[in-house]
T-cell receptor
């Protein structure tokens, strides 16, 4: 699985937009880019996934440039409850489901008033 | 829809004892995974079931760990005998079959079972 690199931590204030960038220089053709969020004492929670260009859902947006060697998770107008660890993962998509996810260190986002 | 349920939420045992962790996946999810995070380390894959069959157990650390999924529903992870380095949080996750290529990396995780070995 492709190795990912993301900042260890980020600080923000309520109401701001937060962008977390992840590098994955060795991403393979069949790899998807997936982001998970984890709160203390909980398991990781799927946020968003993309293959190329831009993906948006009710929680976040994911921007992927044409070369796919990086991706940016964008959280609009964060609140205190967005304080969590955010993981960027890349992994091959294949039919039938079931993939061995590789978690890195993640980015600890801290949102303050 | 009920999520992935894990029991117990926290277990404290002595070195050498046995502990069994249980995971109830989302109903109908044929894929079931075990992951763990030991102190200060990253979340690591342990194994993957498809229904009752072990699809991939490459992450199991040693033969003190035994995972089962009889009947293809809930799963248990037994550690026997437990060692100090087994302390950590054990996560279970599940996903459905047949979600297409893009769904392969979308898992639903439980809250985890914290294991403390003294």
């Amino acid at each position: 699985l492709a190795k990912t690199t993301q900042p260890i931590s980020m600080d923000s204030y309520e109401g701001q937009e937060v962008n977390i960038t992840c590098s994955h220089n060795n991403i393979a053709t069949n790899d998807y880019i997936t982001w998970y969020q984890q709160f203390p004492s909980q398991g990781p929670r799927f946020i968003i996934q993309g293959y190329k260009t831009k993906v948006t859902n009710e929680v976040a947006s994911l921007f992927i440039p044409a070369d796919r060697k990086s991706s940016t998770l964008s959280l609009p107008r964060v609140s205190l409850s967005d304080t969590a660890v955010y993981y960027c993962l890349v992994g091959e998509g294949f039919t039938g489901g079931g993939n061995k996810l590789t978690f890195g260190t993640g980015t600890q986002l801290k949102v303050e008033l | 829809e009920a999520g992935v349920t894990q029991f117990p939420s926290h277990s404290v045992i002595e070195k050498g004892q046995t502990v069994t962790l249980r995971c109830d996946p989302i109903s109908g999810h044929d894929n079931l995974y075990w992951y763990r995070r030991v102190m200060g380390k990253e979340i690591k894959f342990l194994l993957h079931f498809v229904k009752e069959s072990k699809q991939d157990e490459s992450g199991m650390p040693n033969n003190r760990f035994l995972a089962e999924r009889t009947g293809g529903t809930y799963s248990t992870l037994k550690v026997q005998p437990a060692e100090l380095e087994d302390s950590g949080v054990y996560f279970c996750a599940s996903s459905p079959i047949g979600v297409g290529v893009s769904g392969a990396n979308v898992l639903t995780f439980g809250a985890g079972s914290r294991l403390t070995v003294l």
